[in-house]
């Protein structure tokens, strides 16, 4: 058969065709890899997990200037005294040095403070608060100050009357200083009188007159 018939026969369509197609299998593979090369790529680039970054919400802390409070070891201050404990900053934590000036303490009838009926008794603290430290600090009395004496549970005292002074529980700057009174429902004369900034243990104890 001449070479020109050859040509236009089916056999040498079928063979040209096939020779200039690429293989379905040798497509398959090529995008394949080229996928996995992307893939790679990608990886190689991203930014570190979350985790491993500080979170932007979260403050530092700052360390404590002032002594901390051992378990059990809260300053005891007597009428005319003066005592240091380490005091915290209630909205970072941030710790300071506080001094309390215990100047009296006097019990006092209801009507004397026009007051509602007590418990037990009106006693009227009065005190001076000083931030003798280099941060802001917190005395927050009201809620957090207890009493215990003898065989009586401890409990809460402190109460939202005032005798008209400066209200000491505030937010102190360093050098800061109130003087105030504190008016507590006790259940009798005597005994201890603890503040709390938290849970954990007293900050501060006053020793109350017996008389």
């Given at each position: 058969?001449?070479?020109?018939?050859?040509?236009?026969?089916?056999?040498a369509r079928?063979?040209?065709?096939?020779a200039m197609r690429p293989s379905r299998h040798a497509t398959a593979f090529v995008i394949a890899a080229l996928g996995m090369t992307t893939f790679v790529a990608g990886c190689s680039s991203s930014?570190?997990?979350?985790a491993d970054r500080?979170?932007?919400?979260?403050?530092?802390?700052?360390?404590?200037?002032?002594?901390?409070?051992?378990?059990?070891k809260a300053p005891v201050v007597t009428v005319g005294k003066t005592a240091s404990y380490s005091a915290a900053n209630g909205t970072t934590g941030a710790r300071t040095t506080?001094?309390?000036?215990?100047?009296?303490?006097?019990?006092?009838t209801a009507s004397e403070i026009s007051a509602g009926k007590p418990k037990g008794r009106y006693a009227v603290i009065t005190?001076?608060?000083?931030?003798?430290?280099?941060r802001d600090g917190s005395f927050h009395p009201y809620g957090f100050m207890?009493?215990?004496?003898?065989?009586t549970v401890t409990q809460g005292v402190a109460t939202l009357y005032s005798t008209g002074t400066q209200r000491v529980d505030s937010t102190y700057h360093p050098g800061e200083a109130v003087t105030g009174d504190i008016v507590l429902d006790?259940?009798?004369?005597?005994?201890?009188?603890?503040?709390y900034e938290g849970t954990g243990t007293a900050s501060l104890t006053f020793v109350m007159p017996s008389k």
């Open positions: 058969m001449p070479y020109s018939a050859l040509r236009r026969g089916q056999g079928w063979s040209l065709g096939d930014p570190e997990a979350p500080p979170h932007p919400s979260v403050p530092k802390r700052e360390k404590a200037t002032g002594p901390l409070q051992k378990q059990g506080f001094s309390v000036t215990f100047h009296s303490a006097k019990y006092v005190i001076e608060v000083t931030n003798t430290g280099s207890k009493w215990e004496g003898g065989n006790v259940p009798r004369k005597g005994g201890k009188v603890s503040y």
